[in-house]
Each structure stands twice: as C-alpha cells, then as structure tokens.
C-alpha cells in the first residue's frame, strides 16, 4: 500500500497567535517550556500552575487569561455545534475487521482508550499494530499522521514494527522514522516526555499517542499504603495532561494497563477474578476500557469493559507475523 499525501489542516491555534493580543514573546517561550503550546492548552490549565511558571506574575498569567478567551472561546456550545466537532474525529483500524466492528470502526482520536489484561494477552501488539495504522490514508482506516510511543517497560521492538510493516505493504524504514520513540525511566520522566512531546505535536502531524504501560513506574516509585495518596494525585494530574494532549491535537490516545488478583472475587465466583490496577482515577480517566485475555493458540479476546457510547461485547483476534489479524476458524 501506498501512503498517500493528504493536506494536513492543524485542528488547533498555537500559543503564538496570542502575541496579537498583545502578549509578548518572552511570556510565550515560558508558556511552552512548559508544555503549553497551544491557545486550548492555556485554556485547560489552572491559575495557579499558569503563575507556578517561572517568570510569570499572577498580573501576566490574568493577561494570558484574557487574551486566550478572547481567541478562543470555552464557553458553551449548543449540540449541533458539538456535533459538528466531534466530525472531525477519526478512528484507526487495529488491523482485524471483528475487533474494529467491536469498537464501532477502530480506535476513536480525542479520547483515551485503555487496555489491560495479564502477560502475553495481546496489549503491546496491538500498540505496536497502531503505529502502522496511525500512519495509513485515513480513507484506508488511518490517522495520516506521526507515532508517539513512551515505552515504560522496555517492549518495543524495531524488527516488529518492519515485520507489521511489510504485512500492509509500507516501507519499514519509512514507518520508523515517522515514530518518536523515548524509553521512560521514572515518573517525573514520564511526565517531562509528555511535555516534549506536546510541543512536536504543534510542529508536525500527529496521529498515535501510545504509553506501555500506564501504571509500571507509579508501581515502582510509589510503594505501599503510605504513599497511595500521593500516587493517585500523580496519577490524575498525569492522566489529565495526557486527556488534554488528546483533545487539544484530535489523535488517538491509547494506554496498556496491568492487572491484579481480585482478592473478592472467588468469594462472589467470578470466572476471571482481575481487575485493572490504578483504581477509580484510571477508571475515570479512560474513554474505553478493553478487558483482553489469551484464547486457544494465538487467539486473543478483546472485551468492552466500559465505555459512554459502546455497548457490551467481546470479539476474537489473533496475534501473526503481521500483527493483530483476523482469527482464523
């Protein structure tokens, strides 16, 4: 398959345009060393981290304030206004026609789609899948754009994006260099990525954001009950930016997540006694919850475990060469 050029059109204003408003450079810079590089982006951030940014007075921060409104609003809108936004939303096709029919036509952008299950229950490779999506005509269930991928646990691999490549008939070279792969070590890393990443996205096309996995360093850098406030704090503020990122540049968003022992549910005799870690931040955060879970041979389930628009179902998958494919009979 050959990738075809498409005009990209930004879904957003950058931060720069404020400097109609009378907002100088300098105060700009400072904004987005700060992540914040779009109009949208000051928008969707509070008073009070605008002022925590170095450089910035509370007198700066109102004139921001101000000059955004006044670019753009984010007051209310009737629902044909919002129907006619939520047009621009696309969704990527994840490789098996009975997965995306599951998902009402693949992964939706402007949102956060999470899946989690136990080891080798499909999660990664169906990241690793999207990269190739992401990057195919959306006429061909793409995203026509650039691959995000913050990798928390050391599973991605080169070989098998060429591998999932060569399956669609795309240029593995090609489809490599359009993924900013970054390796995160800690928290704080993770954190910093998101940052450097948001201000790429006002550069280039982006369709993909990936983070495999969501919860592995929270788990690593805070340890037991002591610190499980301060972790779900972390959580949601990180969760929170990635939501905004989603929003602000209309790209998919999809998280892995791990799982652990239910200790409830023999008693009540469930037949698969798991549940996601993260708790009710990640719950609420998370558009779509996908529950996935190991069939016979390289067979995968995929369940909609929660979601505002879906409604319950299962489909099967499987892993090959080429990525997440159609199970066979």
Known sequence: ????????????????????????????????????????GVLMTTKKDLISIKGLSEAKVEKILEAAQKHESASFMTGIELQGKRQQVFRLTTGSSALDNLLGGGIESSAITEAFGEFRSGKTQIALTLCITAQMPKTSGGGMGKVAYIDTEGTFRPERIAQIASRFNLNP????????????????????????????????????????????????????????????????????????????????VYITNQVMADPGGGVSFVPDPKKPIGGHVLAHASTTRLYLRKGRGEQRICKIFDSPCLPEGEATFQIGPGGVEEASE
Do not use: W
Request: glycine content about 4%; overall charge negative.
């Open 173 to 252: 070279e090609a489809v490599l260099e359009n993924i900013l792969y970054a390796r995160a070590y800690t928290v704080e890393h993770q954190f910093q990525l998101l940052t450097l990443i948001a201000a790429k996205m006002t550069e280039e096309p982006f369709a993909l954001l990936v983070v495999d996995s969501i919860m592995a360093l929270f788990r690593v850098d805070y340890s037991g009950r002591g610190e499980l406030s301060e972790r779900q704090q972390v959580l949601g503020k990180m969760l929170s930016r990635i939501m905004k990122i989603s929003e602000q540049y209309n790209i998919v």
């Open 1 to 40: 398959m050959q990738v075809e050029e498409e005009e990209y059109v930004p879904c957003f204003s950058e931060v720069d345009k404020l400097q109609n408003y009378g907002i100088n450079a300098a105060d700009l810079t400072k904004l987005k060393s700060a992540g914040l590089c779009t109009v949208l």
